[in-house]
């Protein structure tokens, strides 16, 4: 089994801001953990895993990189007696397209780092100047092809719904980062959190986030088109740290805790739709896919009324036979 520990190291590692960041708010934490706490929770995590599990640290929240190269050795130094021992198999982190040369890979290659995930946001140069990124898709471009000669597993994260964005436009996005040869991807609405220039922008009504019903269209459409291209998507909306969940940081746009599923129900009942007919008795479906194919709150339970759902774990998940 895969598994992850995840490190979060808000905005540390980030001196720039972008119109839509607050990291407090988005990790839920507020200041980097220390070596101690660092050490603390990767063996809070291997207490709970098995020898045989496939586990990864990940750097996320701000930009790893973008710390001095004395602080990113001490935290991937922490980490490889881990490795040595064979109880975390690998390193991944997340980081800025800007920040990356090919001084920080040589160094990154040092210490067993895999997978290297770029916070690219937006193909568009009109969305990424408005939204303050202070990098240009060009730099995304050089970025991946230095990662990708390096030999690390290239990530490509996208938001949708950032000022000027349209559907189109992520739709753009999208199919760049498979052109990119992009490994795993991430797929983040925008959200209007406190105490950033989107906040602003929002209360001068100079911004609309994107409705709920709008952002599960968008990403419907944009995880089909990774799901073609046997991109694997590793996030679909935002992690619901406590801030947001509880609203204490959380203004406005399309959050809901269980976003993933409500994308994944819209994305079924359009398959239900094309390939039921009327005379359909049967569907033969894996068993992890139940619950999706029926949906959130049983939301396709009417395309399936009078209709046999047959569980088979020989039927590849993702696929069903309509009989």
């Known amino acids: 089994m895969h598994c992850n520990i995840p490190i979060f190291i808000p905005q540390l590692a980030c001196p720039h801001t972008c119109i839509f960041c607050n990291q407090k708010y988005i990790s839920g934490q507020q ?11 990767i063996e809070t995590y291997l207490s709970t895993l098995s020898r045989d599990d496939e586990v990864e640290l990940a750097f996320f929240g701000g930009s790893f990189t973008g ?19 064979g109880r975390i198999w690998s390193i991944r982190l997340s ?3 800007d920040y990356i040369n090919t001084e920080i890979l040589d160094n990154l290659k040092k210490y067993n780092v895999k997978d ?3 916070g690219a946001q937006s193909l568009d140069d009109e969305v990424l100047q408005f939204s303050e990124r202070g990098h240009s898709v060009e730099d995304v471009y050089k970025a991946t092809e230095l990662i990708k000669l390096y030999g690390f597993n290239l990530g490509l994260q996208m938001m949708i719904g ?26 983040y609405p925008t959200l209007v959190i406190e105490h950033t220039k989107l906040a602003q922008l929002y209360k001068e009504n100079k911004y609309k986030p994107l409705t709920l019903t709008e952002a599960i269209d968008w990403t419907k459409d944009i995880y089909k088109v990774f799901l073609n291209s046997n991109i694997k998507v590793l996030r679909v909306g935002l992690h619901p740290s406590k801030d947001i969940v509880s609203g204490e940081g959380f203004l406005a746009g399309p959050f ?3 976003f993933f599923e409500l994308v994944l129900t819209e994305i079924w009942k359009e398959r239900l739709q094309s390939l039921i007919k009327p005379d359909t008795k049967e569907i033969i479906l894996n068993p992890k896919d139940v619950n999706h194919i029926v949906g959130y709150n049983s939301a396709n339970k009417d395309l399936l009324k009078n209709i046999k759902l047959i569980q088979n774990s020989d039927i590849s998940q993702g696929q069903i036979q309509v009989i």
Do not use: F, N
């Open 256 to 258: 809901h805790i269980s």
């Open 67 to 85: 710390i001095s190269m004395e602080m990113q050795d001490k935290y991937l130094q922490l980490v490889q007696p881990y490795i040595k021992e």
């Open 162 to 187: 950032l000022p000027l964005d349209t559907k189109q436009k992520s739709i753009h996005t999208a199919k760049t980062i498979v052109s990119l040869g992009a490994k795993t991807t991430r797929i």
């Open 95 to 97: 980081t800025r397209p």
């Open 31 to 41: 200041k980097a953990p220390s070596m101690l706490e660092v050490k603390e929770t």
């Open 116 to 118: 290297i995930e770029l």
